[in-house]
């Protein structure tokens, strides 16, 4: 069985002229399959529910196994929130 933290980040890029704050959950995920390979898997979500692996947002999930852990995420977080007016 795997391991899920979940995680707040700030994800912060300094220009010159400007500063970017984007507020995001972060996800660990680690998996230790019977094999011994063991893995940790980060994710990345911010509130406008777009994701990616790294905390600035520039890389995009991509692979079976990702995809896998975004969409067991998204179940679990739709079944642990009450359903609310829109």
Known sequence: MGQCDKERYSSELIALEEMNQEEKTGYIIKVEPAAGNKRDFR????????????????????????????????????????????
Do not use: M, Y
């Not at 896998?68 to 977080?77: G, L, M, R, S, T």
């Open 43 to 86: 994710l990345f979500k911010t509130k406008e529910g777009r994701w990616s692996l790294d905390a600035d947002g520039r890389v995009k999930l991509a692979g079976e196994t990702v995809l896998a852990i975004k969409k067991a995420i998204e179940e679990h977080e739709s079944f642990n929130q009450p359903n609310l007016p829109q």
